[in-house]
């Protein structure tokens, strides 16, 4: 058990590296295409590749700012609830989580067969494939989703060590 | 059952939106069971460019949808924009009811969609330092296009061509990114661009920019109606495109005078510059959209066909 | 059902989902697939992955990571700190001075960074233990920090100003400059609630008053700190309207300023520094940015369900005065503002009010600056608030209590900004009309 939360927890940091990495690529791209432009030049695959990069990197930082309780929420009931109540509440909002991107997972995984199955392409001058774009969705929810696992197992793990305690 | 329209243009003053109201109302008309729900301004919370995805998928029944939106699904819908292939309102009418129709409709419904009204818009160029007449114009501008074998043609002109949405045209024309751009004469006045532009060329009988954006259905929902339905869908499809036909002749004069109200230049093409104008796009953008369409030279020599 | 009952489920299953503590884009989600599949069939699905996809792979609405980038960067080097050092030398004098110094530097960092969480953490970090330390009430330190950091979605360039142009179809440009003139109205009016209440300390307890002198070539060396961070705010208006990028690909080009100054400046150039500045952003926008791909999909409920239009349907039909309904309108955001990030208010409610508001003749880029004052207060309301979040982290030691009460008086502040701004217009609309021309 706690060996798969490290791993998850592993996975999530490595994913947070590559979102970086692609985050300064676009803004090297972009940067690029300003300069390019203004020397009279056209652009071509620039501003479609900055925003691939980007979309994908929004997606790979999801898993990390999971683990880093980065996602907002109304954390209100938690603070009235005594600690076995918040613990299990913990529990049910994971499995919620889990649950929703999960099924953003499978939507996305939907959309992105499809458009491979069409040969979908963005339908500009340099007309790259939509897939690797759509691709990003399925990818970064399902590590979420698995981050998800890892968040119940802590928390149940808490709720152990508390009743143990007690 | 209900029909859910959706589309992004202005409630009530734009043409398409006038439009569909008209279809909703010569159904109706014909049908009174059918409920139809509009969905003006993109207020469906559907992306312009996606409402075809929602089409495809059943979600939405019907949109109006300018039909180079499709390129990246449909490759073969480039002839819908394509240079020098339709000139003119009257030759793009002139399509309804031929083998070229036959053909897009079948490549429509292979793609999920069926094709009910043959709305075109007329549209032109509009530029902030000089007139666009021939190829040579346009040489060094930074032009916005939003088709990629009409691009394929500016660039080979010597234009650098810069992808945007249309929403930062405004701002790139202001901030002097953009020299230019081409779009429907609509879209021109509802957009503003005379603001900041000196020069259009919109109009007359040689017109490079002509774009179809039709009410499009979703196959399923088409194959839905029955016989008596679809007939009533049919009949008000022809008079909406009357409708539309006249909208869009005013609404050329109304870009031209529009534009000169702002002090732009307004002029029409000649027949020497868009003679011009289409030896390059033979050389350009017919070759290319030949290469990316499979059944691209089948539709391209059909349309030719019957516009001559 | 009713449009209208469905409408009123919805608010209340809304409600008890968030506050049941689920992360607000999860939740969103989760209530609009349920309401899609109950009221409306499973085909109604079909477009879930590219309602979401669609909104989040616009270009415009990706210069978020940028803009919050650029703060990050900032962020992590000393530059809150020698930013509002360099404005106490001359403001040590004056009573409240370092206060003012914190609640000025909060505005200057503003203008380069688009979100306020990141503002009021970059200034905040050293700010307010540099204030506890001097002796400044929690409550006054805090709430400085807490309100001045507000002001990164008002001072240009701002998130919240990025989405509602996109929602609205109004011009970035103009919606950024619209900020510009109640930004600086609101600093000089927190910058004279400081001023005043410290007055009235310093009768009762003139000993307060601090000892420290600065020459003035120990003025001047605190300017030329600051300099580099005016040299990026020209930069950033000379590229946005002097024809070199769009407002989104400025976002970039100053996010790579804002990096090369730290890293040659602050001698941020380790692995570990970027690795920080990295993380932060990558954090903060996916949060943002997931809660806005939710957002879009719970409009899209709204909207395929008929709610939005019988909502804005019913708000033109009730005929009030039109300061009546602004008023109705402001209250209403303030109470969302309690409970949702400006993100997702912006897109859930404005498909609802750009009807409403046009019918009733108010104009769309002042109205901007309304809703953005709302949210500012939102920011700093619980239980969702960021910057109260913020605080949290950097001054744990202050219960929250004080933080909330030092914050009132700013709140009220900003309630009295958004009256002066309905009774005088032009302090949003004067400068986009004289740059730009009268327009949209
Ligand atoms: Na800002
Ligand atoms: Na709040």
Redesign the interface.
């Known amino acids: 058990m706690r060996a798969f939360i490290r791993f998850a927890d592993a996975i999530s940091v490595a994913c947070?590296?590559i979102?970086?990495v692609m985050?300064?690529a676009?803004?090297?791209i972009?940067?690029w295409?300003?300069l390019y432009?203004?020397l009279?030049?056209?652009?071509f695959w620039e501003?479609?590749t900055?925003?691939y990069l980007?979309?994908a990197?929004?997606?790979?930082?999801?898993p990390?700012?999971l683990k880093?309780n980065?996602?907002?929420?109304?954390?209100?009931?938690?603070h009235y609830l005594p600690r076995r109540g918040s613990d299990i509440?913990a529990i049910?909002?994971g499995v919620?989580?889990f649950v929703?991107?999960g099924?953003?997972t499978y939507?996305?995984a939907?959309?992105m067969l499809k458009s491979l199955h069409?040969g979908?392409?963005?339908?500009?001058?340099w007309?790259p494939p939509?897939w690797p774009?759509?691709l990003t969705?399925p990818l970064g929810l399902g590590l979420t989703a698995l981050q998800y696992i890892a968040e119940i197992l802590r928390a149940t793990l808490d709720l152990k060590s508390a009743q143990e305690g007690a | 059952q209900e029909i859910k329209i959706s589309h992004q243009f202005k409630a009530e003053t734009d043409g398409r939106d006038r439009a569909a109201r008209l279809f909703v109302k010569e159904v109706n008309k014909r049908d009174p069971s059918i409920k139809f729900r509009i969905y003006p301004g993109q207020s469906l919370g559907i992306k312009p460019v996606a409402q075809l995805d929602a089409l495809q998928a059943g979600t939405l029944e019907m949109a109006v949808y300018p039909m180079s939106y499709a390129v990246g699904k449909i490759p073969e819908f480039s002839i819908f924009i394509m240079p020098g292939v339709i000139n003119n309102l009257d030759q793009a009418m002139k399509l309804k009811g031929t083998k070229f129709h036959e053909l897009v409709q079948k490549i429509a419904e292979d793609n999920g969609v069926h094709i009910v009204t043959w709305w075109w818009t007329p549209g032109g160029f509009a530029t902030k330092s000089r007139e666009i007449t021939g190829p040579e114009s346009v040489k060094g501008l930074s032009m916005r296009a939003a088709d990629p074998t009409f691009e394929a043609m500016l660039k080979a002109a010597g234009a650098s061509v810069t992808a945007m949405a249309s929403t930062e045209i405004y701002p790139a024309l202001q901030s002097g990114v953009l020299d230019g751009a081409l779009t429907s004469a609509e879209s021109f006045v509802s957009m503003r661009l005379y603001e900041q532009t000196k020069h259009a060329t919109v109009g007359g009988e040689y017109n490079l920019w002509m774009l179809m954006q039709p009410l499009l259905m979703s196959k399923k929902a088409w194959d839905a109606l029955t016989p008596a339905q679809k007939k009533a869908f049919q009949e008000a499809a022809d008079i909406s495109d009357e409708f539309f036909l006249k909208l869009q002749r005013e609404a050329t004069d109304k870009m031209a005078e529009t534009f000169s109200k702002a002090g732009a230049k307004v002029r029409q093409m000649t027949k020497a510059e868009y003679d011009a104008w289409v030896e390059l796009a033979k050389k350009t953008s017919w070759v290319e959209y030949q290469q990316k369409a499979p059944r691209g030279k089948e539709l391209l020599q059909l349309a030719i066909d019957a516009t001559k | 059902m009713s449009e209208t009952q469905i409408g009123l489920v919805l608010l209340v299953v809304t409600l008890m989902v968030l506050f049941s503590g689920i992360p607000i884009a999860w939740g969103l989600t989760l209530v609009s697939v349920s309401f899609l599949l109950v009221f409306e069939g499973p085909t109604a699905l079909n477009v879930v992955g590219i309602t979401i996809m669609d909104e989040l792979s616009s270009f415009a609405l990706l210069t978020i990571p940028l803009f919050v980038l650029l703060g990050a960067a900032i962020g992590v080097s000393a530059a809150g700190r020698d930013i509002y050092e360099s404005l106490y030398r001359w403001l040590v004098r004056v009573p409240g001075g370092l206060v003012i110094a914190n609640i000025f530097a909060c505005g200057i960092f503003s203008a380069i960074c688009g979100s306020s969480p990141a503002t009021a953490a970059a200034i905040g970090k050293v700010g307010v233990p540099e204030m506890l330390k001097r002796g400044i009430p929690p409550g006054l330190a805090t709430g400085a920090i807490c309100a001045g950091g507000t002001l990164g979605i008002l001072i240009p360039p701002s998130i919240t100003m990025i989405l509602y142009g996109l929602a609205t179809e109004t011009s970035i440009g103009r919606l950024f400059l619209a900020g510009v003139g109640p930004g600086i109205l609101l600093v000089v009016l927190f910058a004279l609630y400081a001023w005043i209440v410290t007055l009235i300390g310093h009768r009762r307890n003139p000993q307060t008053i601090p000892e420290e002198h600065y020459t003035l070539a120990e003025k001047m060396k605190g300017i030329e700190k600051v300099a580099p961070f005016i040299a990026i705010i020209v930069a950033i208006a000379y590229m946005m309207y002097g024809g070199i990028a769009t407002p989104s690909e400025i976002a970039a080009v100053s996010a790579a300023l804002a990096l090369a100054l730290v890293m040659v400046i602050y001698k941020a150039w380790h692995l570990r520094d970027l690795w920080h500045i990295f993380r932060d952003t990558v954090r903060e926008s996916t949060m943002i940015l997931m809660i806005i791909g939710a957002a879009a999909l719970f409009s899209y409920m709204m909207s395929l369900l008929y709610i939005t239009q019988t909502a804005a349907e019913a708000m033109v039909n009730l005929e009030l005065n039109r300061w009546v309904l602004m008023a109705l309108i402001n209250v209403f955001m303030l109470v969302a503002g309690c409970f949702l990030p400006p993100v997702a208010i912006i897109l859930m409610l404005m498909p609802i009010l750009t009807p409403v508001l046009e019918a009733n003749g108010f104009d769309l880029i002042w109205f901007a600056v309304i809703l953005t004052i709302n949210m500012e207060v939102g920011l700093i309301t619980p239980p969702v608030g960021l910057n109260l979040y913020v605080l949290k982290g950097v001054a744990p030691q202050v219960p929250l209590p004080t933080v909330l009460l030092g914050s009132l008086p700013f709140v009220l502040i900003m309630l009295f900004a958004i009256v002066l701004i309905c009774i005088f217009p032009e302090i949003a609309l004067w400068l986009p009309d004289t740059l730009m021309g009268p327009g949209r």
């Open positions: 947070a590296v979102a970086s985050l300064f676009a803004v090297l972009v940067c295409m300003v432009r203004a009279g030049h056209s652009t501003l479609e900055a925003v980007m979309v990197s929004v997606f790979l930082g999801s990390y700012c880093t980065g996602h907002v929420s109304v954390d209100l009931l938690a509440l049910f909002i919620v989580g929703v991107c099924y953003l939507v996305g939907e959309l069409e979908e392409t963005t339908g500009s001058l007309n939509k774009l759509y969705m």
